[in-house]
């Protein structure tokens, strides 16, 4: 298992290398005229002030890198497992998010849902506000979509498991059925 992890973190740091020289031997002609900037660019346009106004190394923005792509999958993916283990075990709160997306939206696109635990340690999370669009755009998109329903026999137990992130001990078991479109 440790080496698994190890080979993971590798390959991460090879694929973090050597996106950061795709950039590096771009950078003069991207940016220009876009709107959006990618977290690379940023570190790549960082100058430190209080260390002589240096740039980072390319090490530090592998490590930057790693942080960012590490702090932001499996505290994305379980918050969006235990959203949908409570709207299951919940069913009205589902009922009535649906409803309010049929107020909202009428039969027409998407919407979401809240109050998660962003300052759970000493440092509040950067990535609050992507991880909110995420997770709303899709408990949104899964809620509109699909009626999720327990899976008979099968009460949703939520338990923890304590890893990296808190973990649902027994993962969510679901029935799902399509929603019958009124149009
Ligand atoms: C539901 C999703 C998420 C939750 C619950 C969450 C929660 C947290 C918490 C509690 C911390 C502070 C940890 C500490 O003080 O030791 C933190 C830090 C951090 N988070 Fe998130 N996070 C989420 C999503 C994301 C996403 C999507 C990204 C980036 C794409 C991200 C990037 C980071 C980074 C880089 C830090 C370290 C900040 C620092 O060094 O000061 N997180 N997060």
Partial sequence: MEELFKNDIKHLEELSENDIKQELSDNDS??????????????????LPEENIRKLEESEMVALCSEFLDGGTDTTSTALQWIMANLVKYPQVQEKL??????????????????MPFDAGRRICPGYNLAMIHL?????????????????????????????????????????SPRVRRQ
Wanted: net charge negative; hydrophobic share 40%.
């Fill in 98 to 115: 649906f409803m309010e997306m049929i107020r909202v939206l009428g039969d027409g696109e998407e919407e979401g849902d809240k109050d």
């Fill in 136 to 176: 709303e755009y899709f408990v949104a998109n899964l809620v509109w979509k699909f009626q999720w329903k327990s899976v008979e026999g099968d009460d949703v137990d939520l338990a923890e498991k304590q890893e990296f992130t808190t973990f649902m001990k027994y993962p969510l078991q679901v029935h799902l």
């Fill in 30 to 47: 991207k940016n220009e005229g876009e709107d959006v900037v990618s977290y690379v660019d940023t570190l790549l346009d960082l100058q």
